[in-house]
């Protein structure tokens, strides 16, 4: 492609195969409450400073303050907000207008032209986060707001005040409320440090579904690549590829996992990158496999008698024909990982305490006192049993819903 | 060698395959020429080193275990067993394209019609989307599919074969390439579909005055369309002169076996003619002649059991490989 043009106009441009197969997923309805789940968690994920904060949305200073306060209107709360929340807002908002942009891409632009505009659309909206990032990091100021608008409701000094949903911030420590069973106040009860768990719950939404997504994206990515070049090329390649990923498969992956983790400091990267680089082998295997029975498909001869480069012979014309195991494997692959590392920091080994995750929050219901508080393990096992769950169903109904229609059209 | 009317010409082309039971040479000692505007039909039995001689021109040949062994294959003068993976990747489809037998596989079954032919030209050619996508459906239009229009945003498995061919054909062609491999292009075609393919096959080669090489076991199609023939049997050329000459006078044994094979108009025959025995298996070739276990006229022949006979000029255009041939 020398020139690439956005062609815009009304032409019918046919269905394209991605098109076909959405159309097949969303005819099933459990795929679609299981979407529409994965939908509200994302949601939830990056909002979660907005549902769950102890810092008011707006809060109005009363009379009897200093004279210079007096009847102000305060925001704390994105005066709260660190660079990093607002970080996570610009990449929801760009990553929304790429979806947007899909749709209106899979309307408008030919199929042929789709991927190379899609990347230029990717690039585009990858600068500007990079950039988005950086500015705000730069102008964004690290400030803390410790002061207590609660407090200064009840005392008076404020007259009214507007606080999120759930209005505990996850950090906050309460001696007083502390392993209270769910009531008016705490929906979901508290926990032994008098932290909200609702609140905890919602914060926790964040860790657990970017370990899924980055670990499954890392491990996707080696993954493809390393199949693709195995199954194409064979012979010796292929031969030191499989017993590269024999070795990794024959290390058992959770000790492996413990044992760097307590290696390096804990952090939610690195665990997310230790889950990735550990389980590629699937999705290699699974690749390698598909492209050994695609290699000698005759349209894959005829694409290389037609003089296509390498790249394009791989990744356009036979990825696309084999992926259907490895987008099985990936809606999988997200629940494995949401499950490791709630094991991880079940066991000690996740995140560290005052970010919250929901195996860690897991662990918090047995190991104090000895006594058995339920609503604390409870909710938290919850949540990772419905999201593991829709994503295996997810997972399911995408098998199904390629594998048909790719029999039927070779 | 090469004069300026020859596109291609093959010297000695051995293509072996590296197998576990020992070297499969499937391809041995092939040499022809094919000049500007004409076709070649290279005929012979399954498993005989047709398809590998052309993908071999190609560079096509999976490599381990196939390796082609020895010989030059010059294109325009110039040797492309010399030339880098670049360099081949702006031959293929470029200048020589290709058709494969199986119309029905040979497409993307995740792209469509349209987008498929855009690649291609695309790829070689610089050219806009527009300029393609409208070079595309003319594409169409001339290997006689109708409404080029609508079929263009078609996935292939909405297609029939004879269609399918035809977009294989208009892919093939789109960069107007002057050397054309018609790799078995109607066998998996019923009859009508046959005749309409080759006739349009014709039709462009005229027009764009394009070399064809067409390989075929189908002598009725030889017949019609090849300037001339080269027949193979057992990994070699065993005979090879003008489509005419074949018909009215075979010198070999395998030839004459083929065209008597072949059912008569007007005739009444209860059986079919067939040559006896099978093709021999490329690890296993018998000594001498390889021909010589099938062969009616040489099989006492002590000569022809022990010594194998070269390609060898009989008559002015006229090549064959049998001790019996000048005879």
Known sequence: ?410 | MTDNGTILSIQNLSTFFDTEQGTAKAVQNVSFDIKKGQTLALVGESGCGKSVTALSIMRLIPSPPGRIASGKIFFKSRDILEFSERQMRRIRGNKIAMIFQEPMTSLNPVYTIGSQIVEAISLHQKKSYQQAWQMAQEMLERVHIPDPDRRMVEYPHLLSGGMRQRVMIAMAISCRPSLLIADEPTTALDVTIQAQILDLLDELQKSENMSVLLITHDLGIVAQRADNVAVMYASKIVEQCPCGELFNNPLHPYTKGLLNSLPQLGTRQNRLNTIAGNVPEPLDFPSGCKFHPRCPVGCNDKKCHTEEPALKQVSANHYAACWYAEK
């Open chain 1, 1 to 410: 492609m020398k020139k690439l043009e956005l062609k815009i106009d009304n032409k019918n441009w046919g269905t394209s195969y991605g098109q076909l197969v959405w159309q097949q997923l969303t005819k099933n309805r459990t795929n679609l409450v299981c979407l529409w789940f994965i939908i509200v968690l994302f949601t939830t994920a990056v909002f979660a400073p907005l549902i769950a904060n102890d810092k008011p949305f707006v809060v109005r200073m009363a009379s009897t303050g200093s004279p210079q306060v007096e009847g102000k209107v305060y925001f704390p709360l994105f005066g709260a907000l660190t660079a990093n929340d607002y970080s996570v807002f610009l990449a929801a908002i760009v990553g929304a207008i790429l979806l947007f942009s899909l749709r209106r891409n899979s309307r408008k632009v030919d199929p042929f032209l789709r991927p190379a505009v899609l990347w230029r659309q990717i690039s585009i909206c990858t600068v500007i986060l990079f950039l988005g990032i950086i500015l705000l990091q730069i102008f964004i100021p690290r400030k803390l707001d410790a002061t207590d608008y609660r407090a200064m409701l009840a005392g008076g000094k404020a007259t009214d005040a507007v606080f999120p949903l759930v209005p505990y911030g996850y950090g906050r420590t309460d001696i007083k409320v502390c392993q209270r069973p769910p009531n008016r106040n705490h929906w979901l009860g508290t926990d032994d440090v008098g932290s909200d768990v609702l609140c905890r719950l919602i914060h926790g939404t964040r860790i657990s579904l970017s370990v899924g997504f980055v670990a499954v994206g890392i491990s996707g990515i080696v993954g493809i690549i390393f199949g693709a070049i195995m199954g194409y090329f064979g012979g010796k390649i292929d031969f030191l590829g499989m017993r590269l990923v024999e070795i990794m498969m024959s290390v058992p992956t959770f000790f492996l996992i413990i044992t760097i983790v307590a290696f390096f400091p804990r952090s939610l990267f690195n665990i997310m990158v230790i889950i990735g680089i550990t389980s590629w082998t699937d999705d290699a295997r699974f690749i390698r496999a598909e492209f050994l029975k695609l290699r000698n498909q005759d349209f894959v001869q005829a694409a290389v008698s037609l003089g296509l480069p390498l790249r394009s012979i791989l990744f356009r014309h036979m990825l696309p024909n084999g992926m259907a195991p490895v987008l099985v494997s990936v809606t999988f692959g997200v629940a494995g990982a949401i499950f490791i590392e709630s094991a991880l920091s079940f066991l000690g080994f996740g995140v560290a305490p005052p970010t919250p995750s929901w195996g860690q929050m897991l662990s918090t219901g047995v190991s104090t006192t000895g006594e058995f508080l339920w609503w604390l393990s409870f909710f938290p096992g919850l949540a990772i049993f419905f999201t593991v769950t829709a994503y295996n169903l997810l997972g399911e109904g995408l098998r199904d819903a390629i594998d048909p229609k790719l029999r039927k059209a070779v």
